[in-house]
C-alpha cells in the first residue's frame, strides 16, 4: 500500500498494514539488526564501568528480553500502555553516565531501586497529564529534540565505524572500509532498487558486510569475528528477580528523576519523528499510550536488572528511510529480541557481528532521524525570526557541549553530569525559550507579539522600496 500523505513521505506499509509474512520477518530482523548493538552495549559499558563483568552477559540478556517485551507492548498496547505506533524499544545511552557513577558508588542496588522508583512515576505521571502539557511540546520542540538525537548518534555510529571505542587497531583501514561498504549497499539498494531489496536494504548491506568480515579474519588472520563466545553461552537462561536486591538512595533517585524527565522528551520526540512520515504528529492517545510504556516497562524490568528501556531512534530513521511504518513488522522484531533475551546462545551470536559493520548502518539511520528531525520543524512550523533564534541557541548549546565537554569542567560534578547531555541542553532551552517567548508556539501566548509597529499595523510602514 502506497501512499504519500501531506508533508509526510511516500509509505510503502502504513501504520496497520501487514506485509506478507516472510517479508514482515525480514524487516522485523532488520530492526533488530540495527539496534542490537548499541542497546546491549550499555549493559556491557555499564558492566565494565560498575565492575560486575561477571554479570555483564545475564544483563545484555534482561537488556534484550525487556527491549522486545516493551516493543510488542508499544506495537500492540496493554489496556492504555503502548502507543500501537512502530516504535522499536531499547536502553539508552541516556542513562549510562549516571548508572555507572551512582553504581561505582552505591552499587547497582541503588540504581534499580531509583529505576524501579521513579520509572512509571515520572513518565507515568507525564503520560496521564499530556493533554494538558503538550502545548509545551509543539513540532518546533519535539522537533529539535530529534534533531539533536540524530546528530548526537552520528559520532557514536562513528566510533563503532572505525572499530569501536578501546579497539586496539581503532581508525584501520579494515574497519573503515567495511563501515563504508555497509552504507554503499545500503543507500545504493536504496535509491536505485525496488521491491523487497529497497524495502531490506539495510539488512542486506549488513549481510554483505557481516559475510566480508568472516571472509577477511580467514583470509587475512584479522581477528574481525570471534565466534568462541557461541560456544560458550548456554541454550537457555531464565531471569532472576531481584539478582542485585534494592536500594532507595535520595541522590539516586533524584537523578533518575531528571533522567527520565528527559527520556519522555526523547520518546515524545521519536514518536513525532515517526508520525511525520503520515505528515502529522502523534495524537494525545499515543503519546499518553507511548510515555506509560516507556516508564511502566523500566520499572518492571528494573525487578529483573534490566536498564531503563525507552524508544530507539536508529530505527525511527528506518522507518523513514525504508518507508515501511507497519507497526506488525515492528512486533514481531519484538518477539525476535525476546526470544534473543532467552537464550545467550543466540545473542551471542548476533553480537559476534563487528562493530565496523554495525557502524555504517547506524550512521545512516542517525542522518535519517536528524533529518526526520528537520522534516517535522520545516512542515509545522514557520521559522521567522523568533523561532530561527530558538533553533540556532537550542541546537548551539546541545552541539556545543557534545563537541567540548570540558568547557563545563568548572562547574560541580553533579551539574557537569547533568548539563553536559546534548539531549537535555537542546531540550531544556527548546522549552524556556519557546515557552516564555511571545509567538504562535508558545504555550502562554494565544498570537504572535508584532515585531515593530510596522508588523502591527502594516499601514503605518508607509512605502517600501519594493
Not at 32 to 59: K, S
Not at 77 to 89: D, K
Request: proline letters at 6%; charged letters at 10%; hydrophobic letters at 55%.
Amino acid at each position: 500500500m502506497s501512499t504519500e500523505p501531506d508533508g509526510g513521505i511516500q509509505l510503502e506499509y502504513g501504520v496497520d498494514d501487514k506485509p506478507p509474512l516472510p517479508k514482515s520477518i525480514l524487516l522485523g530482523l532488520q530492526h533488530v539488526a540495527v539496534m542490537i548493538v548499541p542497546a546491549t552495549a550499555v549493559a556491557y559499558v555499564v558492566a565494565n564501568g560498575v565492575g560486575v563483568e561477571a554479570d555483564a552477559a545475564y544483563l545484555v540478556q534482561m537488556v534484550l528480553l525487556f527491549s522486545g517485551l516493551a516493543t510488542m507492548v508499544q506495537a500492540y498496547t496493554v489496556g492504555p500502555v503502548g502507543a500501537r505506533l512502530p516504535i522499536v524499544m531499547g536502553s539508552s545511552f541516556t542513562f549510562v553516565g549516571a548508572t555507572i557513577d551512582i553504581g561505582a558508588s552505591f552499587g547497582l542496588a541503588a540504581v534499580f531501586g531509583a529505576i524501579l522508583v521513579t520509572g512509571f512515576v515520572v513518565e507515568g505521571l507525564i503520560g496521564w497529564q499530556f493533554k494538558r502539557i503538550k502545548p509545551f511540546f509543539p513540532p518546533l520542540v519535539t522537533g529539535l529534540v530529534v534533531v539533536i538525537i540524530g546528530l548526537y548518534l552520528v559520532p557514536v555510529a562513528m566510533d563503532y565505524a572505525a572499530g569501536g571505542v578501546g579497539a586496539p587497531d581503532f581508525g584501520a583501514l579494515h574497519h573503515i572500509g567495511l563501515a563504508a561498504l555497509v552504507l554503499a549497499i545500503a543507500v545504493g539498494l536504496n535509491m536505485f532498487t525496488r521491491g523487497v531489496t529497497r524495502l531490506l536494504s539495510v539488512l542486506f548491506a549488513i549481510a554483505v558486510g557481516y559475510a566480508t568480515a568472516i571472509a577477511l579474519t580467514f583470509a587475512t588472520g584479522l581477528e574481525l569475528v570471534d565466534f568462541s563466545p557461541v560456544g560458550s553461552a548456554a541454550w537457555v537462561s531464565l531471569p532472576s528477580p531481584t539478582r542485585f536486591g534494592f536500594e532507595f538512595e535520595p541522590i539516586a533517585i533524584a537523578t533518575f528523576a531528571v533522567l527520565f524527565l528527559v527520556s519522555s522528551m526523547e520518546t515524545v520526540g521519536d514518536m513525532s519523528g515517526v508520525t511525520a512520515a503520515e505528515g502529522r504528529n502523534p495524537t494525545n492517545e499515543e503519546f499518553r499510550g507511548g510515555l506509560f510504556n516507556d516508564g511502566l516497562l523500566s520499572s518492571i524490568g528494573a525487578v529483573f536488572s534490566a536498564f531503563p528501556i525507552t524508544s530507539f531512534s536508529q530505527n525511527v530513521g528506518i522507518v523513514n528511510f525504508t518507508g515501511v511504518m507497519s507497526r506488525h513488522v515492528v512486533g514481531i522484531g519484538g518477539v525476535f529480541l525476546a526470544v534473543l533475551g532467552l537464550s545467550p546462545k543466540v545473542g551471542a551470536a548476533v553480537t559476534t557481528i563487528p562493530s565496523a559493520v554495525f557502524g555504517g548502518a547506524v550512521l545512516l539511520m542517525a542522518g535519517m532521524v536528524a533529518a526526520s528531525g528537520f522534516r517535522l520543524i520545516v512542515t509545522h512550523v514557520d521559522l521567522d525570526r523568533r523561532n530561527t533564534v530558538v533553533v540556532a541557541v537550542s541546537l548551539g548549546l546541545g552541539l556545543g557541549v557534545a563537541t567540548t565537554p570540558e568547557a563545563l569542567a568548572g562547574l560541580p560534578s553533579g551539574a557537569e553530569l547533568f548539563f553536559g547531555q546534548s539531549v537535555i541542553m537542546t531540550a531544556l532551552s527548546a522549552l524556556v525559550l519557546n515557552t516564555f517567548v511571545p509567538g504562535e508556539q508558545s504555550p502562554l501566548f494565544d498570537a504572535r507579539v508584532p515585531e515593530t509597529d510596522a508588523d502591527a499595523d502594516p499601514a503605518a510602514a508607509g512605502p517600501t522600496d519594493d
